[in-house]
């Protein structure tokens, strides 16, 4: 199943053969990315690029059931494992959600948005949808300011949040520094 995006398609079952090995875990697991980041490095941060009112590319507005060129709360930030840039993840909701129940994830600052997206049971995530950004795609090229030598692609996903009715969407790029995290989670040491 695909989005109305005129520029990459927006997969919920991306066929396996089309992703990098090393990436296919990263781009399906539904748990918290955060969580599964800062299981891998030492020291986990958060980079604010921007946050405030903006309007959502086209495909944005349609996932999150708001007009074209409606205005909507938007942040994005680069999650960095050890110093080194990971991920670009861009978060939208529609404007009205800002007098509701997710008013308190509009003043996160550096603090990451996963942790706090999955302390709460009552929100509910729907299912992830995968897609291959390239240059033409402004995510890409807002991913690509982050780390300058970065490939003619970028695979991405993202996902939908509900609480009480209110839709959230989280888009994250996977930075090719993704792929020297280590695949298992780091021994931590004995208490």
């Known amino acids: 199943m695909t989005s109305n995006c005129p520029v990459a398609p927006w997969f919920c079952h991306p066929p396996r053969t089309t992703i990098p090995a090393g990436l296919y875990p990263w ?3 539904p748990a918290s990315l955060t969580a599964r980041i800062r299981a891998r490095c030492g020291v986990f941060a958060v ?3 921007s946050q405030g009112l903006a309007r959502p590319h086209r495909d944005e507005a ?3 059931g708001i007009p074209p060129g409606a205005i909507a709360w938007q942040r994005e930030v680069v999650l960095l494992a050890d110093g080194v840039p990971v991920v670009y993840a861009r978060s939208l909701m529609p ?3 800002l ?5 308190r994830f509009t003043g996160l600052g550096t603090r990451p948005l996963g942790a706090a997206l999955f302390a709460d049971p009552r929100i509910l995530r729907q299912p992830l949808c995968v897609a291959r950004l390239d240059r ?3 995510r890409f090229r807002r991913a690509a300011a982050v780390v300058p030598d970065t490939a003619t692609g970028l695979w991405a996903r993202r996902s939908l949040f509900g609480l009480d009715g209110r839709a959230l969407l989280v888009c994250e790029v996977f930075l090719p ?3 020297d995290l280590a695949s298992q989670p780091r021994a931590r040491a004995p208490a």
Do not use: C, F, H, K
């Open 47 to 49: 980079r604010v690029l």
């Open 99 to 103: 007098r509701g129940p997710w008013t």
């Open 27 to 29: 781009l399906t697991d």
């Open 136 to 138: 033409r795609d402004p």
């Open 62 to 64: 349609v996932a999150l």
């Open 177 to 179: 520094a993704i792929l």
């Open 95 to 97: 404007r009205d959600n």
